[in-house]
């Protein structure tokens, strides 16, 4: 299975920060990116019609759905800085509770 791109999962993690709903998804986006707003809706509606509202995807399907989407790199790509990415997320690894010298 194909790695998502790194815009599109910050999209993905951006928005699972909140509820998976249209008003929280359409500001989501538009905080995010300078793109026409009539753009964010259809985008918002095709993720709604993908994933339930209210719903909890995992980062990876989102961000692979984003992929998918006709013209997603070239509007969100070109329009989103580094500046406003969610700083990575450092998760600990399975058993590392302690370690022994």
Do not use: Y
Request: a positive charge.
């Amino acid at each position: 299975m194909p790695a998502p791109s790194s815009i599109a999962l910050s999209v993905a993690v951006a928005l699972l920060r909140g509820p998976l709903e249209t008003d929280e998804i359409a500001g989501a986006l538009s905080q995010r990116s300078s793109i026409p707003t009539r753009s964010i809706k259809a985008l918002t509606a095709r993720i709604l019609r993908r994933f339930r509202p209210g719903s909890r995807p995992r980062e990876r399907e989102l961000a692979l759905f984003l992929d998918m989407q006709p013209k997603f790199h070239e509007r969100f790509g070109a329009s989103i800085s580094l500046e406003e990415l969610p700083p990575p997320r450092m998760l600990p690894t399975l058993g590392a509770t302690g370690h022994r010298a």
